[in-house]
């Protein structure tokens, strides 16, 4: 999914709100991906989306916890069509629990009436 979302051939192109988006998922990478025990591919992964270029500024993440950090906000936009969404991640496990402790749940919601009807047309195609 990084790949996907920071590439800049990938879907930055249609993130209206890319400096608040990009800026969340690239703390959360770099609090995840720099861990101590992480497997030496998440390192590489990491290294490889810094080098894409065009992120965030620093303004744009701050160190603390922030709003975004629970319920993200995210306004695509492509061709004419928009979305309006928010996304949350859910992280389950405990340091015991190695499987677990790497599961990542995102679910992502409409956030307004008209996002939400494009949304259903969407998944009922």
Same mark, same amino acid.
């Given at each position: 999914? !990084?790949?996907?979302?920071?590439?800049?051939?990938?879907? &930055?192109?249609?993130?209206?709100?890319?400096?608040?988006?990009?800026?969340?998922?690239?703390?959360?990478?770099?609090?995840?991906?720099?861990?101590?025990?992480?497997?030496?591919?998440?390192?590489? !992964?990491?290294?490889? $989306? &810094?080098?894409?270029?065009?992120?965030?500024?620093?303004?744009?993440?701050?160190?603390?916890?922030?709003?975004?950090?629970?319920?993200?906000?995210?306004? $695509?936009? &492509?061709?004419?069509?928009?979305?309006?969404?928010?996304?949350?991640?859910?992280?389950?496990?405990?340091?015991?629990?190695?499987?677990?402790?790497?599961?990542?749940?995102?679910? !992502?919601?409409?956030?307004?009436?008209?996002?939400?009807?494009?949304? &259903?047309? !969407?998944?009922?195609?």
């Amino acid at each position: 999914m !990084l790949r996907a979302v920071f590439h800049p051939d990938g879907m &930055r192109r249609w993130i209206v709100n890319w400096p608040e988006v990009g800026g969340h998922l690239l703390d959360r990478a770099e609090r995840e991906l720099t861990h101590p025990t992480t497997d030496p591919g998440g390192a590489k !992964l990491l290294e490889e $989306i &810094r080098g894409y270029g065009g992120l965030p500024s620093a303004a744009d993440r701050a160190s603390h916890v922030r709003p975004g950090d629970l319920l993200l906000p995210v306004h $695509i936009r &492509r061709d004419g069509f928009e979305l309006r969404l928010f996304s949350t991640i859910m992280t389950l496990g405990t340091p015991h629990d190695v499987t677990l402790q790497e599961l990542r749940l995102e679910t !992502l919601f409409p956030a307004d009436e008209p996002s939400e009807t494009s949304w &259903r047309a !969407l998944i009922n195609t």
